[in-house]
């Protein structure tokens, strides 16, 4: 072998950069499962086997493309179950000249990797990823110019540098920005009838992964009933056709919106399907605006879609690329707190929280205001500990890898950064989710999201008001919540301290006694 190329679960583009200048008749494959991937946080079933069923359909493609592939089976009987470790078994035994990667999405990978190349003593050659429109030293470059770093900036200047929705000089429109029609909440109707998302039927490849996940990790999190997402390129460019047709033209009207029961609204899940590489974020992009310049969606649409992708998600990886590792330890509120038990189950008392998790670990997703202003402001609210957060969301979603997963968790979720992703902790009281789902998940809730006290205050709302309390000064420093804070001017002290204690009674009360089973003892 010449070249062995390094292909990692989430880096399944046969046109990635490892691939520049190899050739199959001289060249070789090599990917690995292994349990650890699985178990260093618990991962859910759904999210493993997402991540198997995938690297084995990129497998077979490739050997069919006349590629060798060297493939570890997680079910191989000596298989070693560390990527460090198989890698270093693998040098010893093909002796390659040199081993190629495209720069791995997380921090621990790229360290384990060049561990086991110099181990074996074999020359690693890591070539940057140009799946993203930004390498992490232009972010970095851009970084360095600004006064503070914030999303709408950076945005502006991928958007001027790609043309992407672009008039001349001027952004299309005449606005970069179409946030105030986006974001409506329901109406009592509710959402009314949604497109239902492509659903893949899992072929023999699938069905062998799930029964193995089912055995080798059956103590692991949530359901494989519903396994359906795209495990192909092929399947995933479908996907991402169908969304175009059918919910784009919805998708940013509704896109904080909640409602019941209704997992997908209109949103596109291309999540994992990007994440896994299956799908590049140009091609996304490119068919967004090209159906808005077609006139078949608003531009309000089109806009609020490309900025998730050409905004946030390349601006996730800068910060996290520039801040790692120190950016995993961040905890600005000094949160200490478990996670209740229920993030695991689902099981919580209140009908929102528990909505948002059960379909979780049914079917490895929840959309972005689920993920936001549900499951993690409540434990913002709380006070966890950001790293047990971290941990719950990089172990439960499909779309699950660190480079976005930590960023969106640590700095835009629970404020850990102390606000280098956002500008602003994003706290609300039990009134938020009321209104964003006219009434319905609070219509069926023993709680009352106005109170802030007594035996029937929303847990929201009480643990909302106690957290303003908590770090009042901080959000009075802070001209973006200063008027958020103002609201406390209207209590008088024994209003306070019933505050605080009966959130101290809800911490320490039974639904919280059962704590994440990752805790720390
Ligand atoms: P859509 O709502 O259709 O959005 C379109 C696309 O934009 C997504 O597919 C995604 O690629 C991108 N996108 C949207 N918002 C963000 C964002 N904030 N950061 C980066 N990309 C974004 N996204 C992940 O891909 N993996 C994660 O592990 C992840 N964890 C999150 C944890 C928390 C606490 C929060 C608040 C957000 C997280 N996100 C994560 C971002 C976002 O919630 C998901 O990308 C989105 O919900 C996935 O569903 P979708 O594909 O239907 O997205
Ligand atoms: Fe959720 Fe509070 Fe409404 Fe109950 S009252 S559904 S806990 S927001």
Redesign the pocket.
Known sequence: VRHLVVVLGDQLDPLGAAFDGCDPARDAIWMAEVAEESTHVWSTKMRTALFLSAMRHFAQERRADGWTVHYRALDDADNRGALGAELVAALTHLQPQTVRLTAPGDWRVLQALRDAATAAGVPLEIEPDRHFYSDVRAFAAWARMQPELRLENFYRHLRRQHRVLMDGEAPVGGRWNFDTENRAPFDVQGPGAIPPPPQVEPDAITREVLELVRTRFADHPGGLDHFAWPVTRAQALHALARFVDERLPAFGRWQDALWPEAPWLWHSQLASALNLKLLRPREVVDAVEAAWRAGRVPLAAAEGYIRQILGWREYVRGVYWTRMPRYAESNALQATGDLPGFYWTGDA?????ADALRQTLDLGYAHHIQRLM?IGLYAQLLGVAPAQVHRWFLAVYVDAVEWVEMPNVLGMSQYADGGLMSSKPYIAS?????RMSA?S??R??????GLRTGPQA????RLYWDFMLRHQALLDANPRTRRQVRALERLDAAERATIRQEAEQWRAGPWHRRVAPEAPA
Do not use: H, N, Q, S
């Open positions: 008392p209140m009908p929102c929280l549900v039990g009134r938020y989710i009321e009434g998940y609070c069926r809730c023993p709680f009352d999201p929303c847990p929201y709302t």
